[in-house]
């Protein structure tokens, strides 16, 4: 590949694409709009959890999916030691819950779990009852590299609840993406306004 061609794909810049600076590759995986999750493990006041858009379905025999953790989390030392975790999809209406669990609002461990009803299967890892789909997963690997580890984890129970537009985080903030049909029917002003 011709100098010229390689530097086509740095936006302008005569830096060659293994020399792209960190902050512009964190600028351009903004653009990578990601399903909002939340992931949860520990019992009672040992819970801790944290908001996460690097998560994965894997392979489907068997169900598994991977996540993606800062090694630097507070959560990082409970999930390494876990047998199992939560991944709780959230929906738009979960915007607070996501604040929380990104630690936006100074809550820490089984602080941040307020707010929202919290059930188990399988596992016994806390699970959100109210999210669009909840994971229920046994920890099958950790593979630590550089400032992240990959959580792989077997499925061993779903819960789907379905219903409104999907929580996305794009471009450093949290937007909504598909509606329900209320959402619909109000922005289309065939709901009854009470």
Known sequence: MGATLKNAFVNGSSATPFETPREEFRAAMRELAGAVSVISCGEGERRVGFTATSVSSLSADPPTLILCINRASSSWPTLRAARSFGVNVLSASHRELAHRFAGRTGAEG?????????????????????????????????IERHSHAIVIGRIEAVRRRGGGGALVYWRGDYDQLGWSQDEISNAVGLARRS
């Open 110 to 142: 089984a602080e941040r779990y307020q707010g929202g009803h919290w059930i188990t299967l399988a596992t016994g890892a806390p699970l959100l009852s109210d999210a669009l789909a909840a994971f229920d997963c046994s920890v099958e690997e950790i």
